[in-house]
């Protein structure tokens, strides 16, 4: 893996485990059980937020597993 890949996905990791801190910590503030995401009708900042977690985690996903030495 290059280092630009590299680098990315430590960015993309940080950025993808605090969107998730973030969205559990308001589905929290909303009273709905964060684990249950997939299956509630979210309002609208919710809603913002659970999308830029998704799209976060589907770049991360595009990226190729950093490779063992």
Do not use: N
């Amino acid at each position: 893996m290059d280092h630009v890949k590299a680098a990315r996905r430590v960015e993309l990791e940080s950025l993808s485990s605090e969107l998730d801190a973030r969205f559990a910590a308001a589905m929290r503030a909303h009273g709905f059980d964060p684990t249950q995401a997939d299956t509630t009708a979210l309002p609208g900042a919710l809603a913002e937020l659970y999308a830029t977690r998704a799209e976060t985690q589907a770049e991360l996903a595009e990226l190729p597993e950093e490779e063992q030495r």
